[in-house]
C-alpha cells in the first residue's frame, strides 16, 4: 500500500466531514495537513473550540460487517468526542453503508482485537451497534471519487 495514497484518502475523507459540519452551522478549526503536523495525535479536527473530531475513511470489512483500524489509532479514536467514519464502496464488494458517514460516540463504541490471517493486529468496530449512527450520505459523485482512492490502494 501506498503511503500517499492513504494520506490522501484520508484527507479527502476529512474534506467530507467538514463539508458536512460547515453545513451544520459549526465552527471548525481545521489542521492543515500539508503544514502542520499529518499525524496529530489529538484529533482532525476542534468544533466549537472543544470538541475533538476524529475522521477514519475506508471500505467497510464486509465480512465482518465492520470498520478497523490500527491498534496504534485506540487512543486517538477513543479519547475523541466524536468518531467519525467515512464509508468508501470497496472496488468489488458492495455494502449497505456504501457512501454514507457513521458519527460514533467513542465512550459508548463496542471495539474488540482481531487478528487477519497473516496475523496482523486490528481494532474491529462492528456497524450495527447503537453508538454508531448514518448520519449523512454522500453523493454518488463524491463517493466515485473517494473509491478511485481506494481503487490505487488494492
Known amino acids: 500500500m501506498n503511503t500517499t495514497n492513504i494520506l490522501e484518502l484520508g484527507r479527502a475523507g476529512e474534506l ?29 479536527i476542534l468544533v466549537d473550540g472543544k470538541y475533538r473530531v476524529e475522521v477514519k475513511t475506508q471500505a467497510p470489512f464486509v465480512k465482518m460487517n465492520a470498520f478497523t483500524f490500527l491498534p496504534n489509532q485506540i487512543k486517538k479514536c477513543t479519547l475523541a468526542d466524536v468518531l467519525y467514519f467515512v464509508s468508501v ?28 490471517r497473516w496475523g496482523k ?3 474491529i468496530i462492528p456497524i450495527k451497534q447503537d453508538a454508531l449512527k448514518p448520519v449523512h450520505k454522500m453523493p454518488d459523485e463524491k463517493s466515485k471519487e473517494l473509491q478511485q482512492l481506494l481503487s490505487t490502494m488494492y
Open 121 to 123: 493486529e486490528r481494532i
Open 16 to 44: 467530507v466531514v467538514i463539508d458536512m459540519l460547515k453545513s451544520l452551522g459549526l465552527d471548525l478549526q481545521i489542521r492543515d495537513m500539508y503544514l502542520e503536523n499529518k499525524y496529530d495525535s489529538e484529533k482532525d
Open 89 to 116: 464502496p470497496h472496488p468489488t464488494w458492495s455494502h449497505y453503508s456504501d457512501g454514507w458517514i457513521y458519527r460514533a460516540v467513542p465512550s459508548e463504541m463496542n471495539y474488540h482485537p482481531w487478528k487477519d
